[in-house]
C-alpha cells in the first residue's frame, strides 16, 4: 500500500481558519466579545502587565497548539494567542501609521471605529510575526498555517491621509505584507494566508483594486498560500448579506488555497464550482454563539454534500472562521467533531488517514 501523502496535498485534510479563544487568565474574555474587534491597540484586553505578557502568551500559545494536536487537526495555527484582533497587531507595527492619533472608518456593519491613520508611505520597520512562527514551529511536529491580514482589508480598516486613493494605500498594504510573509516562509511556515474578509463585504471595492493589491502581497512567495475570505465573525455580525459577491474572482488571484465558510450563512455549495482551480478549504462548523456542538455525523453530511461539486483531492474542511469568541471547551468539541466527521467521509472514500 502506498504511503499517505503529506496533510499538505492529501484528500480531505483538516485546519483551522486561524484562531483560538484565548484564556481567561490571559484577556479579558468578557470585554473582548463586547465590542468589535479592535483596528486601533486594545491593550485593556490584556489581564496581564506588560513585562510578564509575552511569557504569558507563550504559555496560552502552548495550550492552543496541545489542544489542536489533541483534537487530531491536520494543520494547525498558533491559534492567534498574542492578537487583540486578526488585524491590529500586524496593521499598526507599520512606519506610515499614526496610531495616536487614530482616525475613523466603517466597519463591514455600517458603524464607525477608530482605525490606523495613514499619514505616509506604508513600510515594515521590520519583522512582526517572525518570533510567533518560530515558536511554533519549534513547538510541533504539524505542518503550520500561519495568518496575517491582507492588504485590501487593511485599507478598508485604515483612514488614508497619505495616497492618492485607496488603491493606492492597498498596494502600499500589500508591499509589506509580501515583505513581512517572505519572513515567515523563512521561518518554517508550511502555509501563509492572508485574511481578506472585507472581499465579501465590499464587492464593489474589491473588484475595482482588489486584485492587484493581493498579487503584490503574494508576488515571488514560495510554497503554498492561501486567501481567506468570509462574512465576518458570527458573534458580532449578524446582519448578513446572501452569498459570496465577489468568489469567481478569487480563482484567477495568486493563492493556491481559498478559505471560505458554508454553515454560518447556509450558503449554496454550488459556488464551489466557481473556483475550479484551486483547493478549497471548507468551513463546515458553525461558530455562532447559539450553535450547539455539532455531531460527527453532521459534518460528514455537510462534506458529502460539498463533494458534489469539488473532488476530494481540492476540498480542505476547517471550521467556519475564527473561533476567538468561543468558550474553549466548546472549540475544542467542535473540532473533534470535525475531525471525527471527515474521518467518517475519509473511510467511505477509502482515503487513508
Known amino acids: 500500500m502506498a504511503a499517505p501523502r503529506s496533510p499538505l496535498t492529501a484528500p480531505l485534510r483538516t485546519t483551522v481558519v486561524g484562531s483560538y479563544p484565548q484564556p481567561d487568565w490571559l484577556v479579558d474574555r468578557s470585554q473582548l466579545g463586547s465590542r468589535l474587534p479592535p483596528r486601533i491597540r486594545a491593550g485593556e484586553i490584556w489581564r496581564v502587565s506588560e513585562p510578564w505578557r509575552e511569557q504569558a502568551q507563550d504559555d ?176 458580532v455580525v449578524h446582519a448578513r448579506p446572501e452569498g459570496y459577491p465577489f468568489l469567481a474572482e478569487l480563482d484567477g488571484s495568486a493563492a493556491q488555497q481559498i478559505v471560505i465558510e458554508s454553515m454560518q450563512q447556509h450558503v449554496d455549495l454550488a459556488m464551489l464550482a466557481s473556483l475550479p482551480h484551486k483547493r478549497v478549504v471548507l468551513g463546515v462548523l458553525n461558530l455562532d454563539d447559539n450553535a450547539a456542538v455539532e455531531t460527527p455525523a453532521a459534518v460528514a453530511a455537510q462534506i458529502r454534500a460539498a463533494l458534489t461539486h469539488i473532488t476530494p483531492e481540492r476540498l480542505m474542511l476547517a471550521p467556519d472562521c475564527g473561533m476567538k469568541y468561543l468558550p474553549r471547551e466548546t472549540a475544542f468539541k467542535k473540532l473533534c467533531a470535525l475531525v471525527e466527521g471527515t474521518k467518517i467521509v475519509r473511510r467511505e472514500l477509502g482515503v487513508p488517514d
Open 60 to 235: 496560552a500559545t502552548l495550550l492552543a497548539i496541545r489542544d489542536l494536536e489533541r483534537a487530531g487537526i491536520d494543520l494547525i495555527t498558533d491559534g492567534e494567542m498574542r492578537r487583540e484582533s486578526y488585524s491590529n497587531r500586524f496593521a499598526t507595527a507599520l512606519e506610515g501609521i499614526d496610531i495616536d492619533n487614530p482616525g475613523t472608518a466603517l466597519d463591514r456593519t455600517g458603524h464607525a471605529n477608530p482605525v490606523p491613520r495613514i499619514v505616509g508611505p506604508i513600510r515594515r520597520r521590520g519583522p512582526v510575526m517572525v518570533r510567533d512562527v518560530e515558536f511554533l514551529r519549534r513547538n510541533t511536529d504539524l505542518p503550520i498555517r500561519f495568518t496575517i491580514p491582507g492588504p485590501f482589508t487593511m485599507a478598508q480598516q485604515a483612514q488614508n491621509d497619505y495616497y492618492p486613493d485607496v488603491a493606492a494605500a492597498a498596494l502600499g498594504f500589500a508591499e509589506a505584507v509580501n515583505d513581512e510573509l517572505r519572513d515567515l516562509k523563512r521561518a518554517g511556515a508550511d502555509i501563509v494566508q492572508i485574511d481578506e474578509p472585507y472581499l465579501q463585504a465590499r464587492s464593489a471595492e474589491a473588484r475595482a483594486y482588489a486584485l492587484p493589491a493581493i498579487a503584490r502581497a503574494l508576488e515571488g512567495i514560495e510554497g503554498i498560500t492561501a486567501l481567506h475570505t468570509c462574512f465576518g465573525y458570527a458573534h
